[in-house]
């Protein structure tokens, strides 16, 4: 091992282990495994370099790992990849693929930001979340998009002298499992939400329902594994609403509370590595739900869409 190759290991692992110890003494505080972040504010708009920077500092008081799911806004990528740079966060990066020509320029831009930043604290690369499960691309189409992904991540590797790329796990975020997609992919991406099981009972008392929820949560945890060929799971999504009236499924803030609270302190004993949906609000996908505001996905947040409003 030369020289170079050898003092760029020692400095990537280095910083794994300072992110580790961030994660031993700040776990305790922030006590989710993961939060997923989506950063708009408004739809169809990038925010400021400040608006990110507020949304940072709250994301790190309830979690150390973020999911984001697009690369879409280059301020955005280039803050929350300088944090994972200096082992502040992990990321779990996101590519959106919608069977669009902005699919090339989201993949374009991940590698580029792998590039730049070679040492970022990187929890795992996600191509697509429910692609397939919107019809938008094939299994096949997932597969293939995933393969590209990986040979040119592995490509870098090589070309910079830089092997912990190769280490980076490279998969997708689904609804289901699906075999082709698992053959390609290093974990196993589900989201889970219990909310939308049409054959979950129901019940408007909300330990009732928050134990009814954590109960399925944990099964259909376990039916991915079984059906995973032996790879790690990861829960890309889980959550509640805490308001809905469109739904049969009741939405709460208690019922919200409640669900999060089992389930994080049942996840360790489950081996649940898990990514809470969501921080804030997306009043932004107003536009995508038919301007209802009575849609359950607009108020999965543990904040209101002010940033500043706890719900509890």
Known sequence: MDATLNAGLCARVCLVCVALLLTTVSEGEAYLFGVTYSPYRTFGACPSDAEIREDVGMLLQHARR????????DNVNRILMEEANKGTLSLMLGVW?????????EIDTLFALLRQYP???????????????????????????????????H????????????MIPI????????????AVSDRVGINIHP????????????E?????????AFNTLDIMRAVSHGKEVVIGEIGWPTAATSQDMPASVDIAKKFMDKFTAQAGSHGAQYFWFELFDSS????????????????FGMYYPDRHTKKW
């Open 66 to 73: 973020i999911r984001i799911y697009s690369l879409e806004c």
């Open 97 to 105: 693929l919608d069977n669009r020509g902005t699919d090339q320029k």
């Open 119 to 153: 040492s970022a604290d990187i929890y795992g690369i996600c191509v697509g979340n429910e692609a397939i499960f919107r019809g938008t691309l094939s299994a096949g189409e997932i597969a293939g998009r995933i393969t590209e992904v990986r040979n040119t991540v």
């Open 155 to 166: 490509s870098q590797s090589y070309e910079m002298n830089m092997p912990w790329l190769r």
């Open 171 to 182: 998969y997708t975020m689904e609804a289901f499992v699906h075999d082709e997609v698992v």
């Open 195 to 206: 909310f939308y099981h049409s054959n979950l009972s129901s019940s408007q008392d909300s």
């Open 208 to 216: 009732t329902m928050s134990d009814m929820a954590v109960k399925r």
């Open 284 to 299: 932004w996908k107003y536009q995508l739900v038919g301007q209802d505001w009575n849609k359950p996905d607009l108020h």
